[in-house]
């Protein structure tokens, strides 16, 4: 199998050495609102974060109205327990008709703009809008008609794994693949509304990486950003969080997502934990910490002596800074006598015994 762990954008590049790829999901957290679906984009663009992604669907591309018993969200959900699903999607779904104005406003402040669609009519209206990726959600990982038409389009794919099993992943990266998508990025995920770090399996990051040879990420539902910069410091090369622009406000998702504060903490955080795996492993001091040896601990002369005193314990003792005998040499300095005076503060050397 030939090697494909870097993903290249017009305007970025996601795998392994490359900054991590940070994904803001709006999804429903606009809460219906254009005005604040462009100020979440605002917000998002001020974090750092290399994406902004929506979803695009409506109800009745993604499901139809009806009340039976498959079509409710089981009962002890945390947060949609009992819910019509037709209803459901109403609420969270982003309109077709702004599209077009939150990928400007991204584009516009540097974020990459791209989004899952969940049907045919979906990919061929995002087609129109230029987007240079897709991701398909962790459901659809089994719709291979979906996943070969996305493939067609001939641009890189992220695909997110939740519940997925192995010949599941095979099965969805092999139908992309075949349909001439030229990049595949798996994300590891749980897809669980909101995720317990107990069940994050942030080892499938390692297990997926060889198993397809193809970059892999993290899709993140647990709270705060902790197993999001784990993840990066196992090799997550993106990680996608659902963003909202305060959780107080309600709406879908917003229980389990960040607010803008709490992705620009997750970016710098991320960042950090790849940057300090990949320094590798060394002994002996670093450029930085050079100036800090200066201060390990050596044999001063801690009270004055005039030629004759003998070295004891209360006129010599190991202290901060560097400079003078190594602190082991004590016992064999210990009741030789100064050849000179010294003062206070004046470092034991050979000379001066």
């Known amino acids: ?37 462009l100020a979440i984009v605002d917000a998002v663009a001020a974090t750092g974060a290399s994406a ?5 669907y409506t109800a009745d591309t993604l499901t139809i109205d009806s009340d039976l018993p498959p079509f409710r969200v089981a009962g002890d959900h945390d947060l949609w327990g009992g819910r019509n699903l037709y209803s459901l999607y109403q609420e969270a779904h982003t309109p077709w ?19 899952t669609p969940f ?53 969805a990266v092999t139908a992309l693949r075949d349909a001439g998508c030229p990049h595949v990025l798996l994300l590891a995920c749980t897809a669980a509304y909101p995720a317990v770090p107990e069940e994050a399996r942030l080892g499938n990051i390692q297990v997926l990486r060889e198993a397809f040879d193809v970059p892999v990420g993290l899709s993140d539902h647990t ?20 963003v909202t622009l305060d959780r107080a406000d309600g709406g879908v998702d917003a229980d389990f997502s960040l607010t803008p504060e709490e992705l620009g903490a997750l970016v710098t955080a991320a960042e950090q934990a790849r940057v300090a795996v990949a320094s590798g492993t060394a002994f002996g001091p670093t ?67």
């Open 52 to 56: 902004l992604k929506i979803q695009t």
């Open 119 to 171: 049907d045919p009519t979906s990919v061929a209206f995002l087609e129109d809008l230029g987007v240079e990726l897709y991701k398909t959600a962790s459901a659809e990982i089994v719709d291979i008609p979906l996943l070969r038409e996305v493939g067609r389009t001939g641009k890189p794919v992220i695909v997110s794994t939740g519940m997925a099993t192995l010949s599941e992943i095979d099965t």
């Open 223 to 242: 709270l705060g950003i902790g197993v999001a910069v784990a993840a990066a410091a196992l090799g997550a090369v993106a990680i996608e969080k659902h």
């Open 1 to 37: 199998m030939s090697s494909d762990q870097t993903v290249s954008l017009q305007s970025a590049e996601i795998g392994s050495g490359k900054p991590i790829f940070t994904i803001a999901e709006m999804s429903g957290n606009h809460n219906g609102d254009l005005d604040r679906a």
């Open 97 to 115: 008709e702004w599209h077009a104005e939150i990928f400007s406003r991204a584009r516009a402040q540097g974020l990459i703009p791209f989004s």
């Open 287 to 353: 450029p930085e910490e050079r100036a800090v040896l200066a201060l390990r601990r050596s044999l001063y002369v801690v009270a004055d002596v005039r030629a004759g005193d003998r070295v004891t314990a209360e006129n010599v003792r190991s202290i901060r800074p560097s400079g003078g005998l190594p602190p082991v040499e004590f016992e064999r300095v210990a009741g030789r006598t100064f050849t000179r005076d010294a003062g206070r503060g004046t470092p034991l050397t050979w000379d001066l015994l």
